[in-house]
Structure formats: C-alpha cells, structure tokens
Nanobody
Framework: VQLQESGPGLVKPSQTLSLTCTVS??????????WSWIRQPPGKGLEWIGY???????NYSPSLKSRISISRDTSKNQFTLQLTSVTPEDTAVYYC????????????WGQGTQVTVSS
C-alpha cells in the first residue's frame, strides 16, 4: 500500500487548506481501515487531525473540529482534508496515514507534505 499527499505548499492566512491523499495498492473502501491525517508543526510532536473510515464515517480532533472536513472519492481511491481559516499555527508537515481498526496501529504513511501558512 502506498499513500501520496498532494496540495499547495503555501497558503495565505484565513484561506482554506486542501490536501488530497491518493492511495494505491489497496482500496479505501476495504473493511477495517481508517484513513487518517496527522501533522507535525516545526519543532513539535505529531498531532492527530482526524480520519474517514472505510464506510465514510468521520472522526475529528476536538481542537480542530470546527475547521476540518475530511471526505473521500472512492472512484479515484482518494481522500481529502480541508482546513478552513488557517493561521501560521497551521504550518506543519501533513501526513496521510492508514490506521488499522483491529490493531489501532498506523501501518502505512505517506511521505508527508510541507504546508506553510504565510502572507
């Protein structure tokens, strides 16, 4: 399984960040996997953003819930993160990751994409 993030590397404050994860080697509709977004701000640890399940249900970080939307396109085997009203504090490396619902382990990661919020 391979995951690949894509999207703009630079976003202006107050705009909406949109990132897409393209999955190959496995279907995002396969039972028992959750398709997640995680980020790492500079000099800080990993922060869970949220996920969309194999059935299309979503779960978001409480601290980001008001600004997040995760959706999917099963025909393209992609899932997308939208984060509204971004600020410089949203600057981070963003990763898309597969989470096993059985073991609750993150077993496949994208390479990560740097997103900088700056005017």
């Amino acid at each position: 399984v391979q995951l690949q993030e894509s999207g703009p590397g630079l976003v202006k404050p107050s705009q909406t960040l949109s990132l897409t994860c393209t999955v190959s080697g496995g279907s995002i509709s396969t039972t028992s996997y959750y398709w997640s977004w995680i980020r790492q701000p500079p000099g800080k640890g990993l922060e869970w953003i949220g996920y969309i399940t194999y059935s299309g249900s979503t779960n978001y970080s409480p601290s980001l819930k008001s600004r997040i939307s995760i959706s999917r396109d099963t025909s393209k085997n992609q899932f997308t993160l939208q984060l509204t009203s971004v600020t410089p504090e949203d600057t981070a490396v963003y990763y898309c990751v597969r989470l096993s619902a059985y073991s609750y382990e993150y077993d496949y990661w994208g390479q990560g994409t740097q997103v900088t919020v700056s005017s």
